[in-house]
C-alpha cells in the first residue's frame, strides 16, 4: 500500500487501488494529550475518538509514503506534526536496540520508503535543521530509505505526481 499524506489540498491526485490520498487540513484531528491511554487503557488505539483514527493505521501499513508539509522552524508545520505525534499508538510503551539505539517497539509497522515534499524554509539553516529532524524521525518512522525534496508550495503537487509515478515503474 502506498500513502500520499498532505497539508493541504492535491485534488489532481485520485485514490488508486493501492494508493490513499489524504488531506490533513480537510480533517478533524486534535492534539496528543500525553495520556498514554494508547499504550496502557487501550494498546494500540488512541482514546481521543477523531479523525486520526482513520489515518494513523494507514502510516502502519504503508510500504512506500510521500509526506508533504510547509517547514516551519525547522520542523513540520503544526497540522502534519499533530498527525505525526498521533500515530502513538502504532508504537508499544517497551523498548529495544534498534541500529545500535533505543527506539520504542513497533505494532506491525512496515519499514517503508519514504519522500518528504518540503514547501517553505526560509534558509538552508532551516533546511539543514529539518533534514536533520528527518534523519532522526527515519528510525521511529521506520523508513527504510527516505529523501527530503525542497521546493514552493506551487510546486509540490507537481512534485508529488512525478514521485508518486515512480511507485507504479518498480
Known amino acids: 500500500?502506498?500513502?500520499?499524506?498532505?497539508?493541504?489540498p492535491l485534488p489532481e491526485l485520485g485514490q488508486g487501488p493501492d494508493t490513499a490520498v489524504v488531506d490533513l487540513s480537510a480533517l478533524n484531528i486534535h492534539h496528543c494529550?500525553?495520556?498514554?491511554?494508547?499504550?496502557?487503557?487501550?494498546?494500540?488505539?488512541c482514546v481521543i475518538r477523531d479523525d486520526a483514527g482513520k489515518v494513523y493505521p494507514l502510516i502502519a501499513q504503508s510500504d512506500r509514503v510521500?509526506?508533504?508539509?510547509?517547514v516551519k522552524y525547522g520542523s513540520y508545520d503544526s497540522i502534519?506534526?499533530?498527525?505525526?505525534?498521533?500515530?502513538?499508538?502504532?508504537?508499544?510503551?517497551?523498548?529495544?536496540?534498534?541500529?545500535?539505539?533505543?527506539?520504542?517497539?513497533?505494532?506491525?509497522?512496515?519499514d517503508k520508503e519514504a519522500v518528504i515534499i518540503a514547501y517553505g524554509a526560509q534558509s538552508p539553516e532551516e533546511q539543514a535543521v529539518?533534514?536533520?529532524l528527518i534523519e532522526r524521525n527515519?528510525?521511529?518512522?521506520?523508513f527504510s530509505s527516505y529523501q527530503v525534496l525542497f521546493t514552493t508550495k506551487q510546486q509540490a503537487a507537481g512534485l508529488v505526481k512525478k514521485e508518486a509515478a515512480k511507485w507504479e515503474k518498480s
Open 1 to 8: 500500500m502506498n500513502l500520499i499524506l498532505s497539508d493541504f
Open 33 to 45: 494529550i500525553g495520556c498514554f491511554g494508547c499504550w496502557v487503557k487501550t494498546p494500540g488505539k
Open 66 to 70: 510521500i509526506y508533504v508539509s510547509r
Open 80 to 110: 502534519m506534526k499533530t498527525m505525526l505525534e498521533r500515530a502513538i499508538p502504532i508504537q508499544k510503551a517497551f523498548i529495544q536496540l534498534y541500529r545500535g539505539e533505543t527506539h520504542h517497539m513497533q505494532r506491525a509497522v512496515k
Open 130 to 132: 529539518f533534514r536533520k
Open 138 to 142: 527515519a528510525y521511529n518512522m521506520r
